[in-house]
């Protein structure tokens, strides 16, 4: 063999060397291309499973939420008619003791008329107190309940011991 046939023999075989692998290279490129398209599909198709659970979730928390605002609306309407049904009644008392205050004397006079100021006092304090029911937030309800609580039981003591 010659000199000029063995160098163009080593060309061919390092130009077939180079062309084998250019082509396992592309072959691989692709492959690694398909590899993360099926990646980038299946992580598309999870996000969209985990954002459907997340509404479905949220969806049934909101529900849960609008039954318990509804419950807890509904506990403090009743507790508001309640006292209101009370404090009409306990109203009449203070009137029959307003009216006795008027027709007594001396000590009995004075002493019913002293009980009714703070009577009246303790009334207008739960009045309030009253109103606060109405706009009391359920994080709120325990504290102003015992506050209106307290201040009912103390204004039908002092009628009831006024009478």
């Known amino acids: 063999m010659t000199r000029a046939s063995i160098v163009a023999s080593a060309g061919l075989a390092l130009t077939l060397t180079f062309a084998v692998a250019c082509d396992k290279a592309s072959d691989e490129q692709q492959k ?10 299946k992580i ?10 997340a509404s ?3 969806g049934e928390a909101d529900k849960k939420i609008a039954v318990a605002e509804g419950d807890f609306g509904k506990r403090r309407e009743d507790y508001r008619h309640k006292l209101q049904s009370d404090l009409v009644d306990l109203d009449k008392k ?7 205050s008027k027709t007594a004397t001396g000590k009995t006079k004075a002493d019913l008329d002293a009980n009714l100021t703070a009577i009246r006092a303790r009334r207008a304090s739960f009045a309030a107190d009253l109103k606060s029911i109405e706009t009391a937030t359920a994080v709120q309800w325990d504290d102003t309940k015992a506050r209106v609580d307290k201040d009912w039981t103390d204004l039908k003591a002092l009628v009831d011991k006024a009478a």
């Not at 203070?94 to 006795?100: D, S, W």
């Open 56 to 58: 479905k979730a949220q």
């Open 32 to 41: 690694a291309n398909a590899a993360q398209a099926e990646a980038n599909k």
């Open 94 to 100: 203070i009137e029959l003791l307003e009216a006795k």
């Open 44 to 53: 598309a198709e999870a996000n969209g499973e985990a954002a459907e659970k």
